[in-house]
């Protein structure tokens, strides 16, 4: 799991991090794990709105654990104190960070850097992805 925060008031990326679940955790532990970790980052960084990236509807192989971790994110933002948060594929993050859905893949699988970004070149894509959804939460 990526995550990345963002400060709008700035304009720039304050953090973009990987959280782990232990290999040796059971399936519920690891979940119980993910929502602690949810709920601890946006304290820490004192985060008022939040997004996830969610599977697409049409994937061709729908990973249930998967699925079993975005509910659970989206369970910890409901239960924390954000101000807005929103969850979706990537036409929704898109839509939040007012791009078009057609330039959303660019940006992160080639690197085109469309938002400007320090160091964006340097990030894997699933941070770019982050960090596009950290940026697009602000608009939640």
């Not at 953090?15 to 679940?21: A, H, L, Y």
């Not at 985060?47 to 990236?53: K, L, P, T, Y």
């Not at 948060?85 to 839509?95: D, H, R």
């Given at each position: 799991m990526t995550f990345a925060i963002f400060d709008s008031e700035a304009n720039e990326i304050v953090?973009?991090?990987?959280?782990?679940?232990p290999a040796a955790f059971e399936w519920p532990v690891a979940l119980k794990y993910v929502r602690s970790s949810v709920l601890d980052v946006l304290r820490e960084y004192r985060?008022?709105?939040?997004?996830?990236?969610t599977s697409e509807p049409v994937a061709k192989s729908l990973s249930v654990e998967r699925v079993q971790v975005e509910g659970v994110i989206q369970e910890a933002f409901a239960s924390?104190?954000?101000?807005?948060?929103?969850?979706?594929?990537?036409?929704?993050?898109?839509?939040?960070l007012a791009v078009?859905?057609?330039?959303?893949?660019?940006?992160?699988?080639e690197?085109?850097?469309?938002?400007?970004?320090d160091g964006w070149e340097d990030m894997s894509e699933v941070r770019r992805e982050a960090v596009l959804y950290a940026m697009?939460?602000?608009?939640?």
């Open positions: 953090n973009v991090e990987d959280i782990q679940i985060v008022e709105r939040a997004g996830v990236r924390s104190a954000l101000e807005g948060y929103f969850a979706g594929p990537i036409a929704v993050g898109a839509s939040r078009d859905r057609a330039s959303f893949k660019p940006m992160t699988k690197g085109r850097n469309d938002m400007e970004v697009g939460a602000a608009n939640a």
